[in-house]
């Protein structure tokens, strides 16, 4: 589970949402994620792959 699905025992809603102050409070306390998200890792992955391969293809010739 990740901390953007909790829900709030005050309001019933999701704490992400902030919509009590008993949310925004918890809100402020839990860590942020991080700025890497799957995706974007496996599309630098990717990246570095092509320009390896690049790389390889330039000194071949």
Same mark, same amino acid.
């Given at each position: 589970m990740?901390?953007?699905?909790l829900v709030c025992a005050n309001c019933a809603a #999701? $704490? *992400?949402e902030g919509r009590? #102050? $008993?949310?925004?409070a918890n809100r402020e306390r839990l860590p942020? #994620?991080?700025? /890497?998200?799957p995706a974007m890792? /496996?599309?630098l992955v990717i990246a570095l792959v092509a320009a390896m *391969?690049?790389?390889a293809a330039v000194r071949g010739v």
């Open positions: 990740t901390y953007d699905r #999701p $704490v *992400a009590c #102050p $008993v949310c925004r942020q #994620p991080s700025g /890497l998200s890792l /496996l599309s *391969a690049l790389l």
